[in-house]
């Protein structure tokens, strides 16, 4: 029997998001409807009536819970981008739902990111872009530094910790993980060491991959970045809140540390000349999971585990843990 899926997005998103490998498996799959134009409660209604798969994505409105009213509704949510808490209420997977997102598959993106922005400030390559636009040339008692062997402390082992441990693989790095949640055997599975998190932030590079909850907000205090050594590169790709931004940024403009942010407190941030003219501060507007490859991957990674779901009950990597939802993103 072939199920029914409704793709409960724009047409634009849809062609964001729906590449050729997730337009094959739908085609191969499932009896399709498509949203037309722009979507309200109402049209979202309309094409989840008598479904059983709801594709999803950016732009999509909150799924009411309504349309699971008396038993009924689409079983499974596929959700084409990264946390689905914004979509869903936590009571819709208690109705018996099946919740897919593409989190895992945007997580490599943001684990790109993350390496990137990490050889990029250890070379210094923004003092140097700037010197040679300004007339420069080499500066002799000046030069950048090098990423393999040295130590990256990691703070949250959620997906695009992961990612970015699997990058850095080859560097050889000495890499050490906070997260309260990594148990020693899961550490030792992805060959990394636990520490506090004042030691995970006194490593050569930290990495912040932390979910925005009461307990990450500010976890970064003052006094922390203060002990911090010289010379640290921080990459927040997270959550803005997770740090004392005036106080990482203070740090930043004495020349003692050195910062990769994506991510800001709030958004869009306000800085002045002194920040944003600053050779140590990489800044980018959250765009570390945004790829033009990885959105057209986003519908397909959580297409084919749906299939593998409904055909023979395996829960693919894109499954949404009821579980793990007071910690999820």
């Not at 094409?47 to 950016?58: I, K």
């Not at 040295?150 to 080859?170: C, E």
């Not at 927040?236 to 931004?245: F, H, I, K, L, M």
Request: hydrophobic letters at 45%; one cysteine or more.
């Amino acid at each position: 029997m072939v199920s029914k899926l409704a793709v409960v997005m724009t047409p634009e998103r849809a062609a964001d998001v729906c590449g050729p490998d997730a337009r094959r498996l739908i085609e191969e799959h499932f009896e399709a409807t498509w949203a037309e134009g722009g979507l309200d409660d109402r049209e979202v209604a309309r094409l989840a009536a008598g479904c059983d798969v709801l594709l999803t994505s950016w732009g999509t409105p909150h799924l009411d819970a309504s349309i699971w009213a008396d038993g009924g509704g689409p079983k499974v949510v596929a959700h084409a981008a990264g946390t689905v808490k914004k979509l869903i209420d936590r009571q819709v997977l208690d109705q018996g739902v099946t919740v897919f997102s593409a989190a895992g598959r945007i997580a490599w993106s943001v684990g790109e990111y993350c390496l990137a922005a990490m050889l990029t400030l250890a070379r210094r390559l923004p003092r140097f872009d700037a010197a040679l636009r300004g007339g420069g040339w080499k500066q002799k008692d000046f030069r950048g530094g090098e990423l393999a062997g040295r130590s990256v402390g990691i703070v949250g082992a959620s997906s695009t910790a992961r990612a970015l441990i699997t990058l850095l693989k080859p560097f050889g790095c000495d890499v050490v993980v906070y997260d309260p949640y990594l148990d020693e055997a899961r550490a030792a599975a992805l060959g990394v060491r636990t520490a506090t998190l004042a030691e995970t932030l006194r490593c050569a590079f930290v990495s912040l991959h932390v979910p925005d909850l009461p307990a990450t907000r500010g976890m970064v205090t003052r006094q922390l970045i203060e002990a911090m050594p010289d010379g640290t590169i921080l990459v927040n790709s997270s959550r803005g809140p997770a740090v004392d931004q005036p106080a990482l940024l203070d740090h930043v403009l004495s020349g003692r540390l050195l910062a990769a942010l994506d991510v800001y407190d709030p958004e869009p941030p306000s800085f002045g000349e002194s920040v944003l003219s600053c050779p140590n501060l990489l800044l980018t507007p959250h765009i570390a999971g945004d790829t033009t490859e990885g959105h057209l991957a986003l519908a397909g990674y959580v297409l084919a585990d749906v299939v593998d779901w409904l055909d023979k009950g395996v829960r693919g990597p894109s499954f949404v843990d009821p579980a793990a939802w007071p910690t999820a993103a």
